[in-house]
């Protein structure tokens, strides 16, 4: 049985709740309405980081972030085809038809992981995690410590 790592970058001071999914609860997110906890993960260290990015010109706050790696058993992994996913999962800002998508997965607690493509980089992948799911207690989540990011991305 295979494991598929996955990579979360948070605020130091959100770190004891990084992996609760309450952020994505009260404000949602691509994949879920607020109301249903979800937490977002990347398939490699630099996505999680480029998602980040993506979200604010503010960079300031990288200075003060922290690294999470978890390991997700492949068996609990959702991996639907392009053509599964709604039309317009990718539209910018995120609407109501990724939402809905994701609400019905988080929903049917079929598996603990969502492996969706990024908008950032399409060719590679993050993971939305449920919290709700029975197996969810299992993960073996590791803190790697701050995420030491260069200081030209301050710039």
Same mark, same amino acid.
């Given at each position: 049985?295979?494991?598929?790592?996955?990579?979360?970058?948070?605020?130091?001071?959100?770190?004891?709740?990084?992996?609760?999914?309450?952020?994505?609860? =009260?404000?949602?997110?691509?994949?879920?309405?607020?109301?249903?906890? /979800?937490?977002?993960?990347? #398939?490699?260290?630099? &996505? +999680?980081?480029?998602?980040?990015?993506?979200?604010?010109?503010?960079?300031?706050?990288?200075?003060?972030?922290?690294?999470?790696?978890?390991?997700?058993?492949?068996?609990?992994?959702?991996?639907?085809?392009?053509?599964? =996913?709604?039309?317009?999962?990718?539209?910018?800002?995120?609407?109501? /038809?990724?939402?809905?998508? #994701?609400?019905?997965? &988080? +929903?049917?607690?079929?598996?603990?992981?969502?492996?969706?493509?990024?908008?950032?980089?399409?060719?590679?992948?993050?993971?939305?995690?449920?919290?709700?799911?029975?197996?969810?207690?299992?993960?073996?989540?590791?803190?790697?410590?701050?995420?030491?990011?260069?200081?030209?991305?301050?710039?």
């Amino acid at each position: 049985m295979g494991t598929i790592r996955v990579w979360r970058i948070c605020r130091r001071e959100y770190k004891d709740s990084a992996f609760s999914g309450e952020g994505a609860k =009260l404000y949602g997110g691509r994949f879920n309405s607020e109301g249903l906890a /979800a937490v977002y993960t990347s #398939g490699s260290l630099s &996505l +999680s980081l480029l998602e980040m990015l993506v979200q604010t010109n503010d960079r300031s706050y990288l200075r003060h972030c922290v690294v999470f790696q978890a390991d997700v058993p492949e068996f609990l992994v959702d991996s639907p085809a392009m053509t599964d =996913l709604p039309e317009e999962w990718n539209q910018i800002p995120y609407g109501h /038809a990724s939402q809905d998508f #994701g609400d019905d997965w &988080l +929903s049917s607690n079929k598996s603990l992981a969502l492996k969706i493509p990024s908008v950032v980089i399409p060719i590679e992948y993050n993971y939305v995690l449920n919290p709700n799911h029975p197996d969810y207690s299992n993960l073996q989540i590791e803190e790697k410590g701050q995420a030491g990011v260069d200081q030209r991305l301050f710039t």
